[in-house]
C-alpha cells in the first residue's frame, strides 16, 4: 500500500517521464536529420563515380563508322587487301572502331564496385538510427574518422580530375588523321579550305565536350564532398542538445503524452513553452542552459 | 615537377594517339592489312592509358576493407541499440500509463 506517500509524488513521475520524452523526441529529430544527409552524400558520391565513370569510358571509345562510311571501307579494304581473311579481320571489318581494353576494364570495375560499396555502406550505417536514436548516441560519432576518408576521397577525385582534364583521345586521333590526309591532298583549293573548316568545327564540339563532361565531374565530386563535410558537423553535434532540439523535443513529446488518457498537461506545456522562448530570448540564460545540458550529455555518453 | 605516375600517364597517352591516328589513317587509305596489324597495338596502348588514369585516382582512395568492416560492425551496434530502445520506450510509455491509475 502506499498510500501514505503523498499524492505530489505521483505528479513527478510523469513529469520526470516527459523529461526522458523531451530528449528522446529531440534526437529523434537529429537521428532524422542525419539519416537524410548520409542518404544524400550517397546519392551524390555514386553520381560522382558515375561521371569519373563515364569519363574514363568516353577518352578511350569511339563513334562507330556512318553506315555509308563502313561499306566503303569493307569494299575497298577487301580490294586492297592480300592477307588471309580471318575471324580477326571480319570482326575488324564489322567494328572497325570498337575498343578492347580487358585489363584495364575488369581494374576499373573493380575500383568501381569498391568505391559504390564504401559510400553505400557508410549510409547504410544509420539504417536504424531512427529507432535507437538515444541509445545508439555513442555510435554516431564513431563514424566521423571513415567519413573523413570518404570526403577526402571525394576531394581528391576531383584534385585528380582537374589535373588530367579529359582528352577523347580515339576522336581526337580520328580529326588529326583527316587533317594529315587533308593536308597531303594538293593542290589545296576551296575544297581544302571547306574541309578544314569542318574539322575545325569538329574539333571545337569535342573540345567543349571534353571541357563540360570535365568540370560536371569535378563539380560533382565537390558537392559529394561540400555535403560531407556537413554531415560531419551534424555527427559530432549528434550527442550535444540545444535550447532548439529541446524545444523541437518539446512539442513531439507533449503530443506524445497529449495522447494518453488521464494525463491532463495543457498548463505543463504552456509553462514550458514560455519557459523556452524566455530561454531562447536572454543570452545569458541561454549560455546558461547549454552548460547544463552539455553536463547532462556528459553523464549521458559515459554510460554503457 | 610531375611525379612517375603522371609521367606514365601522359607517356600511354602519346603513344595510344600515335598508334591511333595511324590507325585512323589507315581506315581513311582503306589499306585493311595495316589496320589489322595495328588493332591489337592500339587497343593494348589504351589499355595502358587507361589503367594509368586509374593508378592517379586509387592514389587518393583512403578508406579500405577494414573501414567497410568497421562501418558495418557500428551499424550492427545502432541496430541493437534500437532493439535496446525499443523495449525502453514501451517501459516509459508503460509506467506513464501505470502512473495515473497511482495518481
Known amino acids: 500500500m502506499n498510500t501514505f506517500k503523498p499524492k505530489t509524488h505521483y505528479f513527478f513521475i510523469p513529469l520526470f517521464l516527459l523529461c526522458m520524452l523531451v530528449t528522446l523526441a529531440a534526437c529523434a529529430h537529429k537521428a532524422k536529420v542525419i539519416q537524410v544527409g548520409a542518404a544524400q552524400f550517397e546519392a551524390e558520391s555514386l553520381a560522382a563515380i ?37 575471324l580477326k579481320t571480319l570482326r575488324g571489318l564489322i567494328e572497325p572502331l570498337k575498343t578492347e581494353t580487358p585489363v584495364s576494364e575488369a581494374q576499373w570495375q573493380a575500383f568501381l ?24 548516441a555513442s555510435n554516431v560519432k564513431k563514424t566521423a574518422p571513415i567519413l573523413d576518408k570518404l570526403i577526402s576521397q571525394m576531394a581528391a577525385f576531383a584534385q585528380s580530375t582537374k589535373d588530367n582534364p579529359a582528352e577523347f583521345l580515339r576522336e581526337r586521333s580520328a580529326i588529326a588523321a583527316e587533317i594529315e590526309k587533308v593536308r597531303d591532298t ?55 542538445l540545444s535550447i532548439d532540439d529541446i524545444s523541437e523535443g518539446l512539442s513531439v513529446a507533449f503530443r506524445l503524452a497529449g495522447s494518453i488518457p488521464g494525463l491532463d498537461i495543457s498548463e505543463l506545456k504552456a509553462r514550458t513553452d514560455d519557459l523556452v522562448k524566455k530561454v531562447k530570448d536572454d543570452d545569458s540564460l541561454r549560455r546558461g542552459f547549454e552548460t547544463a545540458v552539455s553536463e547532462i550529455q556528459k553523464v549521458r555518453i559515459s554510460l554503457p | ?14 603513344a595510344a594517339f600515335a598508334l591511333d591516328k595511324a590507325y585512323r589513317r589507315a581506315i581513311l587509305d ?21 589503367q594509368a588514369r ?26 541493437q541499440a534500437a532493439t535496446i530502445q525499443t523495449l525502453i520506450e514501451g517501459a516509459i510509455k508503460f509506467t506513464i500509463f501505470i502512473a495515473k491509475f497511482a495518481g
Request: net charge negative.
Open chain 2, 30 to 50: 582503306g589499306d585493311l592489312d595495316r589496320m589489322m596489324q595495328l588493332k591489337p597495338r592500339v587497343d593494348e596502348a589504351y589499355d595502358r592509358y587507361s
Open chain 2, 54 to 79: 586509374l593508378k592517379l585516382l586509387e592514389k587518393g582512395v583512403l578508406a579500405s576493407d577494414s573501414d567497410v568492416a568497421e562501418m558495418r560492425r557500428i551499424r550492427a551496434e545502432i541496430d
Open chain 1, 50 to 86: 558515375e561521371k569519373i565513370d563515364r569519363l574514363r569510358q568516353k577518352e578511350v571509345e569511339a563513334m562507330p563508322l556512318p553506315p555509308e562510311k563502313a561499306s566503303e571501307l569493307f569494299v575497298k579494304g577487301l580490294k586492297n587487301s592480300s592477307g588471309e581473311i580471318t
Open chain 1, 113 to 136: 564496385l569498391k568505391m559504390r560499396q564504401q559510400y553505400t555502406t557508410f549510409a547504410a550505417t544509420f539504417a536504424s538510427l531512427d529507432m535507437g536514436y538515444f541509445a545508439a
Open chain 2, 1 to 14: 615537377m610531375a611525379d612517375n605516375d603522371q609521367i606514365v600517364l601522359e607517356d600511354a597517352k602519346e
Open chain 1, 186 to 240: 594538293k593542290p589545296f583549293t576551296e575544297v581544302t579550305d571547306l574541309k578544314f573548316l569542318e574539322i575545325e568545327r569538329r574539333l571545337r564540339e569535342i573540345d567543349a565536350a571534353e571541357k563540360q563532361i570535365t568540370r560536371e565531374t569535378i563539380e560533382q565530386a565537390l558537392k559529394a564532398a561540400t555535403l560531407g563535410t556537413e554531415l560531419r558537423n551534424l555527427l559530432m553535434n549528434y550527442s550535444k
